[in-house]
Nanobody, 121 residues
C-alpha cells in the first residue's frame, strides 16, 4: 500500500513562510513525478507545483516566484517551500503521485491525507 504522508502545515501570518514535506513509501520514488495540490474551502482541488524525475518543475501561475518544489530521492521526500504567504494560500495541501507499484503494476493516482495551511493575521 503506497503511503504519502504530508507534514509542515500550520498557521502563518501574511508574508511568512512554511515548508511542507511529503514522505512516500512503496514506490520507486526517484522514477516518478511528484505533485503538490491544494483545495481551499468551496473550491476545486488545484495543482500547485510538480517536479519530475529529472528535477524539472512547473508551477501554478498564482505561486510562481513564491513557492519552490524540490525532492530528496535519498529520503523519498518531496518538499514545498512556501514564501510570502497570503490569505489566498489558505487550503489543505495534498501530496500526489501517479505511479505503479509491485502489487499494482500500472500507474495509479495516490494521494496523501493532506496538511492544512492557514494564512491569517
Amino acid at each position: 500500500q503506497v503511503e504519502l504522508v504530508e507534514s509542515g502545515g500550520g498557521l502563518a501570518q501574511p508574508g511568512e513562510s512554511l515548508r511542507l514535506s511529503c514522505i512516500a513509501s512503496k514506490i520507486m520514488f526517484s522514477k516518478y513525478a511528484m505533485d503538490w495540490y491544494r483545495q481551499a474551502p468551496g473550491n476545486q482541488r488545484e495543482l500547485v507545483a510538480s517536479i519530475r524525475s529529472n528535477g524539472s518543475t512547473n508551477y501554478a501561475d498564482s505561486v510562481k516566484g513564491r513557492f519552490a518544489i524540490s525532492r530528496d530521492n535519498t529520503k523519498n521526500t518531496v518538499f514545498l517551500q512556501m514564501n510570502s504567504l497570503t490569505p489566498e494560500d489558505t487550503a489543505v495541501y495534498y501530496c500526489h503521485t501517479f505511479a505503479p507499484t509491485i502489487v499494482v503494476p500500472h500507474p495509479v493516482d495516490y494521494w496523501g491525507k493532506g496538511t492544512l495551511v492557514t494564512v491569517s493575521s
